[in-house]
């Protein structure tokens, strides 16, 4: 009843092409995470940056606290918002939600 050293040595499986086989379903599930979550995140973010970054005097701002204003002035890492005659306050600009309204530059007088 001892199992014989021929049979106890066998060969393995031939399963190359199977091992690749289970892997497909995991690489659909990246691929399905990445087109509808990574990249409309990616694109949100690439839009909100351009927005931040063109934010001039003038301009009228949301908040994500809520606040709404007119940037009185344009710093390196912050923006001045007017929220109410004569107060002003400080935010930071990645806080800045919405631009509500744009300030267009003055036409040139040819």
């Not at 066998?10 to 509808?36: N, R």
């Not at 973010?45 to 949301?62: I, P, Y």
């Amino acid at each position: 009843m001892f199992v014989t050293p021929a049979y106890a040595q066998a060969a393995a499986p031939a399963g190359g092409g199977a091992a690749f086989a289970q892997f497909i379903p995991l690489l659909l599930v990246f691929a399905i995470m990445y087109f509808l979550i990574l990249r409309p995140q990616q694109k949100k973010m690439r839009t909100h940056r351009d927005m931040v970054a063109a934010l001039k005097k003038g301009d009228q701002v949301v908040t994500q606290g809520g606040l709404i204003g007119k940037v009185t002035s344009v710093r390196d890492e912050d923006v001045e918002v007017e929220i109410a005659s004569g107060v002003k306050v400080r935010v930071v600009r990645g806080m800045i939600s919405q631009v509500l309204t744009v300030t267009s530059p003055a036409a040139a007088n040819n």
